[in-house]
């Protein structure tokens, strides 16, 4: 969200980056500048703002009637989604109090979540257009009112193929040319970080895991993969780099398993401080249950590194199976050690063409993220497209879905051009 909030200001656009819920100082450090001196923050909600957003929408009651509606007699929600819902377009209202004196023309959402609810809500009230980004488990998991955001939205920004097949087979009434695929990326390191063995080759075999302690994140089927590794007699050690609500369930599962020599949770890494981590790292497994097209991946990727990941969602746009890397049959423990024990053979293997094998493979995923998840290329690509759908309203006859803006020249209609990203 960072990067792309700074590439739009680079290109001359006035962003004003929001938040429902006030940020860590942190955050505001990093998104703050001299044209944008806050981010505008919805809460706490002061009673004046309050009383003015119930004004706003009794004027204009005719604007979000419908969605009211739709939130709280139509479809097949729970009570306390609904009751949500209402609360939701109470805050969306506080919010196009905040936003009425800014000059705002366009409010992007960067998540399908409450937060997008709220975006819409205030743009109908304020009379201006809508969008949102959609990446994983907004989508997939918890999409609530997906089928209204779809609907009102001026275009939906998705990070995979897949997500959009499954935006347009699930939400038939949508548009096709309002979803667009703007993929992820990451820096790409100008020569390969880390040669083969950058480890000794004589050590253990070594897995690393990289990602948040979360349920979705499934570390406890690693640990369990690991305990079999070790009753198969394999050398290793497995890594886990992340903090979360799953560290105790996962510690007293490796003192279970009586792996404690094995496994090493490493809570949280800064980013800087994850590439000796990656130079140690035979395989790089991910093993998430939902996911939309993993950073870590593409990281990993970048940097010479073979890697391990479920055939899920987005994944295989990036996994290309014994090509730029493996995929092992989702909730799979037995395919997963498998392919475990698979490419401890062939990344330290005796036959020096399974070697030669693994070289090419760390070689090609390299090259898969330099040209198709390069975060500088792909920024441009996402800036383009999105001046392009914002400055051309009236664009829903238009398919933009196969086209390339990223080597036109392009400006704003008008200077003041404003972007809220909640």
Known sequence: MLAEIEELRRRGVRVIPGS?????????????????????CLQPVRALVLLRALGLTVRRWRRIAGLVARALLEGEESPKRRLKALLHTCLGA????????????????????????IAMVAARLLGISFSLTLHGSDLLIDGAYLDTKLRNCSFCVTISEYNRHYILENFAAIDPAKVIVARLGVDVPEREAFPRFAQDPRGAFTLLAVGRLHAVKDHAFLVRACAQLRN????????IAGEGPERQSLELLIRDRQLQDRVTLLGHVATLDLDPLY??????ALTSRSEGIP??????????????????????EIVIPGKTGFLYEPGDLEDFVAKILFLQQLTRGEDQS????????????????????????????LGDRFLQLTANRDFTNRDFTNQDFTNQDWSPPHENLVLQQI
């Open 20 to 40: 429902v819920r006030r940020p860590d100082a942190a955050l505001c450090t990093s998104v703050n500048s001299a044209s944008v001196p806050e981010i505008l």
């Open 232 to 239: 198969r007699g394999l050398d290793f050690e497995c890594v």
């Open 354 to 381: 399974a070697v030669s094998r693994s070289d090419w493979i760390r070689h090609a995923a390299r090259i898969q993220i330099l040209h198709n998840f390069n975060r500088r290329k792909n920024l441009t690509h």
């Open 94 to 117: 506080c919010y196009a109090v905040q936003l009425q004196k800014r000059g705002v023309d366009h409010i992007h959402a960067h998540h399908g979540y409450f937060g997008s609810w």
């Open 295 to 316: 950073l870590v991946l593409m990281e990993a990727m970048a940097r010479g590194r073979i890697v391990l990941a479920p055939a899920i969602t987005g994944i295989p």
């Open 279 to 284: 130079r140690r790292a035979d395989v790089v």
